[in-house]
Antibody, heavy 121, light 107 residues
Framework: QVQLVESGGGLVKPGGSLRLSCAGS????????MTWIRQAPGKGLEWISY????????YYADSVKGRFTISRDNAKNSLYLQMNDLRVEDAAVYYC??????????????WGQGALVTVSS | DIQMTQSPSSLSASVGDRVTITCRAS??????LNWYQQHPGKAPRLLIY???NLEPGVPSRFSGSGSGTDFTLTISSLQPEDFSTYYC?????????FGQGTKLEIK
């Protein structure tokens, strides 16, 4: 079954850290370009980070640059998002997603179920 | 960043209706426009990529058109499962950006 499954969400205090994981299965994860996208409660979608298939290229949204780090382990078919210095405005459902098409086509054809991150004191 | 603006923000329609949702980009994005459907509490689902290419498994009642700055998503005959929120997204450049969403509700 082709799927992405996120884990690692939870409640964290402002200034704290959290690491999200995303496990891929049913497709060749090591050939896939991957992305994190978030959605604040009741709001729209915000792209936040991208990583190429062999981690040679990463991109970040300005809103998370310097605080979040995307990484992957192709041997484990896994994608990660290390989130540091979390702010109240980072509270959202975080989705991992696979890039469709060729490299850096920036559209997303497979999504995980989402991981809820709550930032509150 | 390229701003994406959808209209309307919400829409009421009936089963069997034909509906059109519009998306406008703040600059020319050629044909690099994608559409997603999101049901409450669920992840988004890719419907159409690069303006008019239907993702496998998506019913043919969905279609997309446009170029440059103006794009449309059309549902030819609404089915009960189509009542949802729809997002456009530009993939012309980095960062990819989404419209604010259009909520399609049952009349």
């Amino acid at each position: 079954q082709v799927q992405l499954v996120e884990s690692g969400g939870g409640l964290v205090k402002p200034g704290g850290s959290l690491r999200l994981s995303c496990a891929g299965s049913g497709f060749t994860f090591s050939d896939s370009y991957m992305t994190w996208i978030r959605q604040a409660p009741g709001k729209g979608l915000e792209w936040i980070s991208y990583i190429s298939s062999h981690a040679t290229t990463t991109y970040y949204a300005d809103s998370v640059k310097g605080r979040f780090t995307i990484s992957r382990d192709n041997a484990k078919n896994s994608l990660y998002l290390q989130m540091n210095d979390l702010r109240v405005e980072d509270a959202a459902v975080y989705y991992c997603a696979r890039e469709g098409g060729a490299a850096a086509d920036f559209y997303f054809d497979l999504w995980g179920q989402g991981a809820l991150v709550t930032v509150s004191s | 960043d390229i701003q994406m603006t959808q209209s309307p923000s919400s829409l009421s329609a009936s089963v069997g209706d034909r509906v059109t949702i519009t998306c406008r980009a703040s600059q020319n994005i050629a044909s690099f426009l994608n559409w997603y459907q999101q049901h409450p509490g669920k992840a988004p689902r890719l419907l159409i990529y690069t303006t008019s290419n239907l993702e496998p498994g998506v019913p043919s009642r969905f279609s997309g058109s446009g170029s440059g700055t103006d794009f449309t998503l059309t549902i030819s005959s609404l089915q009960p499962e189509d009542f949802s929120t729809y997002y456009c997204q530009q993939s012309y450049n980095n960062p990819p950006t989404f419209g604010q969403g259009t909520k399609l509700e049952i009349k």
